[in-house]
C-alpha cells in the first residue's frame, strides 16, 4: 500500500494531529484516538471487553454519588496533541456540556479505566496511564483477565511524582470508599451476563 492508497485524513501533518482535529476529520472511524498526535485505530473488540464495560458502568451507575456522572468510550483531551478515549469515566457532574460534547477535559475527570484488548495492551498499559497521571486524574483502574478471572488493578496518583501508585487488585468484588463507595460484584459467570 502506498501514501497514495491512504484516504487524505489518515495522513498526520508534520507537526502530528492536535486534539480538535478529531472533531474535523470526515469519515473518521469510531473510538479514534489521538496519542502523541497520532491516530489510533481500534479493532475489533473481545467479548470480555464489551461485557466489562457492561458489568462496570451498571455497577458504577448504582453507586455514582449525585455530583458524579458516568460515561463510557467518551474521549478526554490530556494536551494538544492527547486525546485518548477510556473505555469508562467518572467525571464530575458540572463538567456536562450538552448533548453535542465531543469530549472532556482532563480536570473533568475523577476515575479512567482501561479494559485492556489484545491490540490496544501496549497503549492501556503504559502509555495511557502514563497521559492520565501526568494530566493529574486522581484515579485509574486498569481491568484484564487474569488466569481466566475479571481482574480490576486500582491505582491512585502520586501528586509528587505525577505518577500512580497501586492501591489493591480485586478479582471477585471491588469493594472501595475513594473516590466514592462503590460496590461491584466481578465474581460472575461472564457468559451468563444477559440473565442479569
Given at each position: 500500500?502506498?501514501?497514495?492508497?491512504?484516504?487524505?485524513?489518515?495522513?498526520?501533518?508534520?507537526?502530528?494531529?492536535?486534539?480538535?482535529?478529531?472533531?474535523?476529520?470526515?469519515?473518521?472511524?469510531?473510538?479514534?484516538?489521538?496519542?502523541?498526535?497520532?491516530?489510533?485505530?481500534?479493532?475489533?473488540?473481545?467479548?470480555?471487553?464489551?461485557?466489562?464495560?457492561?458489568?462496570?458502568?451498571?455497577?458504577?451507575?448504582?453507586?455514582?454519588?449525585?455530583?458524579?456522572?458516568?460515561?463510557?468510550?467518551?474521549?478526554?483531551?490530556?494536551?494538544?496533541?492527547?486525546?485518548?478515549?477510556?473505555?469508562?469515566?467518572?467525571?464530575h457532574a458540572e463538567a456536562l456540556r450538552g448533548p453535542?460534547?465531543?469530549?472532556?477535559?482532563?480536570?473533568?475527570?475523577?476515575?479512567?479505566?482501561?479494559?485492556?484488548s489484545p491490540e490496544s495492551e501496549e497503549r492501556d498499559?503504559?502509555?495511557?496511564?502514563?497521559?492520565?497521571?501526568?494530566?493529574?486524574?486522581?484515579?485509574?483502574?486498569?481491568?484484564?483477565?487474569?488466569?481466566?478471572?475479571?481482574?480490576?488493578?486500582v491505582y491512585e496518583l502520586d501528586p509528587a511524582t505525577?505518577?500512580?501508585?497501586?492501591?489493591?487488585?480485586?478479582?471477585?468484588?471491588?469493594?472501595?470508599?475513594?473516590?466514592?463507595?462503590?460496590?461491584?460484584?466481578?465474581?460472575?459467570?461472564?457468559?451468563?451476563?444477559?440473565?442479569?
Amino acid at each position: 500500500m502506498t501514501n497514495s492508497d491512504l484516504p487524505d485524513w489518515l495522513l498526520p501533518p508534520p507537526e502530528g494531529f492536535h486534539a480538535e482535529d478529531l472533531d474535523h476529520l470526515p469519515r473518521l472511524p469510531p473510538h479514534t484516538e489521538l496519542v502523541d498526535g497520532s491516530l489510533a485505530l481500534l479493532g475489533p473488540q473481545e467479548d470480555f471487553h464489551t461485557l466489562m464495560l457492561y458489568l462496570l458502568e451498571n455497577g458504577f451507575r448504582r453507586t455514582v454519588p449525585a455530583d458524579l456522572r458516568v460515561r463510557r468510550e467518551m474521549s478526554v483531551v490530556l494536551g494538544p496533541r492527547q486525546r485518548p478515549e477510556p473505555d469508562i469515566m467518572v467525571i464530575h457532574a458540572e463538567a456536562l456540556r450538552g448533548p453535542d460534547n465531543t469530549a472532556y477535559h482532563a480536570g473533568d475527570v475523577v476515575l479512567a479505566i482501561e479494559v485492556v484488548s489484545p491490540e490496544s495492551e501496549e497503549r492501556d498499559r503504559k502509555r495511557k496511564p502514563t497521559l492520565y497521571a501526568e494530566a493529574g486524574i486522581p484515579h485509574f483502574w486498569l481491568v484484564e483477565t487474569i488466569e481466566s478471572f475479571p481482574t480490576v488493578n486500582v491505582y491512585e496518583l502520586d501528586p509528587a511524582t505525577h505518577s500512580y501508585v497501586m492501591s489493591g487488585t480485586y478479582q471477585h468484588r471491588v469493594d472501595l470508599t475513594v473516590p466514592f463507595d462503590i460496590d461491584i460484584d466481578i465474581d460472575i459467570d461472564l457468559t451468563k451476563i444477559d440473565d442479569l
